[in-house]
């Protein structure tokens, strides 16, 4: 029994260790690997997402004339949420100008290159000074997009990554998944509270 009581914490703890462990970033595409992604947003690339953060590694760019577009779409689980886009250390933008990404509601961007963004979520022009910010609400407030705030929930969604620039360069793109969080304590009285009163109704 006493072997017994002093392992059960550190099976605990090795279990939160395991959990935590799962919640690490994690590259679950890259280019350089797996060759590249989709252009077509009829056909994106799909990715397999995890809780914790998704790393996207590849290029974009302009090169003899044809730009490079990477479209890939991937599914957030009931119970989950897109909480962040994150740009990470390794993404940079021809001439540090300007690049795009855009994110639809779906399994395919069917929005034209040439736009409007009607059909979209969502998009940003992400800038090497965005590497490190969490750019989700930047997209939600793309103009001229259907628009969000906040995380994205459950559901599949189209990802459109692009550089029109000449030249080729990369991005690292974390792509984070969270648990929906849990309600409040006062919501839980509230929905508590409620069931009791269900309760005491007389029966007829
Ligand atoms: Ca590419």
């Keep these: 029994m006493k072997i017994a009581r002093s392992l059960a914490p550190r099976l605990i703890g090795s279990a939160c260790l395991c959990l935590a462990a799962a919640a690490q970033a994690a590259t679950v595409y890259d280019e350089s690997v797996s060759g590249d992604l989709s252009g077509s947003g009829l056909s994106p690339t799909f990715v397999a997402l995890a809780a914790g953060a998704n790393v996207v590694t ?25 909480s962040a886009i ?56 793309g103009a001229g997009a259907i628009g969000f705030s906040g995380a994205l929930g459950a559901g599949n969604y189209a990802v459109w990554i692009q550089e029109t620039g000449v030249g080729t360069v990369p991005y690292v793109m974390a792509f984070t998944l969270s648990p929906v969080p849990e309600p409040t304590s006062a919501a839980l009285l509230l929905a508590g509270l409620a069931g009791l009163a269900w309760r005491r109704r007389p029966v007829r």
């Design 86 to 141: 994150t740009p990470l250390a390794g993404t940079s933008t021809v001439s540090g100008g300007l690049a795009f990404i855009g994110i639809e509601a779906g399994t395919q961007v069917t929005t034209p290159v040439a736009g409007p963004a009607t059909t979209l979520l969502g998009w940003h022009h992400y800038a090497p000074g965005d590497v490190g910010n969490n750019i989700l609400p930047l997209i939600g407030a």
């Design 58 to 82: 590849g290029s974009t760019g302009r090169v003899s004339g044809v730009v490079d577009r990477d479209y890939l779409t991937f599914t957030v689980p009931v119970g989950m949420q897109l």
